[in-house]
């Protein structure tokens, strides 16, 4: 079984920076996919930046240049830098991992506004 505990949401104006922490524990040597996902108001969840096997990432494209995720592995925490944002990026964001099933964070909200 693996925990995932996100950090860092809250109310940033537009043109501001957030940092996002992901905190994994449990069974998590298991894990091979980990990142962040977010889900606006009347909207599907969508990817937002994901590490893939090994070292690789993804980036939505509304996020490239913008938007950073790292991983610190010996604290088995997933970080998500978030430059530059828009009121588009209000949305709730959501840690998500991938190992023997999917696992999900409970969310932590980000809001962009001035």
């Known amino acids: 079984q693996v925990q995932l505990v996100e950090s860092g949401g809250g109310l940033v104006q537009p043109g501001g920076s957030l940092r996002l922490s992901c905190a994994g524990s449990?069974?998590?040597?298991?894990?091979?996919?980990m990142g962040w996902y977010r889900q606006a108001p009347g909207r599907q969840r969508e990817l937002v930046a994901i590490?893939?096997?090994?070292?690789?990432?993804k980036y939505a494209d509304s996020v490239k240049g913008r938007f950073t995720i790292s991983r610190d592995n010996a604290k088995n925490t997933v970080y998500l830098q978030m430059n530059s944002l828009k009121p588009e990026d209000t949305a709730v964001y959501y840690c998500?991992?991938?190992?023997?099933?999917?696992?999900w964070g409970q969310g932590t909200q980000v809001t962009v506004s001035s």
């Open positions: 998500y991992a991938k190992g023997d099933a999917d696992y």
């Open positions: 449990g069974s998590i040597f298991s894990l091979y996919v």
């Open positions: 590490f893939t096997s090994g070292i690789s990432t």
